[in-house]
């Protein structure tokens, strides 16, 4: 499967945002869903998992409440609606696939967990 990424942009704080990413290739459904974000001089970190039908869904303590994961395995896309941002949110966003035993566990996934990667989208929230 490959995975593509968008609806980055600048927004103020306090702004809302919705990145897409659109899948083709294998079996979309196969797979866990994940968004994770680079901020400048860091390393990429967990944003959010949802499981292959969407029944187990993790968020990252620090975009809990603000931001919704979603996904429509009929249209192949993942979906991340991102409410109050903040200027700490500003990082591309990668969008992820990974096996589907990951998106079963309680706990967030890793990096090297999910193994299909999208290109990024830059999101910039200014104070």
């Known amino acids: 499967v490959q995975l593509q990424a968008s609806g980055g942009g600048l927004v103020q704080a306090g702004a809302s945002l919705r990145l897409s990413c659109a899948a083709s290739?294998?079996?979309?459904?196969?797979?866990?869903l994940g968004w994770f974000r680079q901020a400048p001089g860091k390393e990429r970190e967990f944003v959010a998992q949802?499981?292959?039908?969407?029944?187990?869904?993790i968020y990252a303590d620090s975009v809990k409440g603000r931001f919704t994961v979603s996904r429509d395995n009929a249209k192949n896309t993942l979906d991340l609606q991102m409410n109050s941002l903040r200027p700490e949110d500003t990082a591309v966003y990668y969008c992820a696939a990974g096996p589907l035993t990951v998106g079963t566990r309680l706990s967030p996934g890793a990096v090297s967990d999910f193994d299909i990667w999208g290109q990024g989208t830059l999101v910039t929230v200014s104070s």
């Open positions: 290739g294998r079996a979309y459904m196969a797979y866990t």
């Open positions: 949802i499981s292959w039908g969407g029944g187990t869904i």
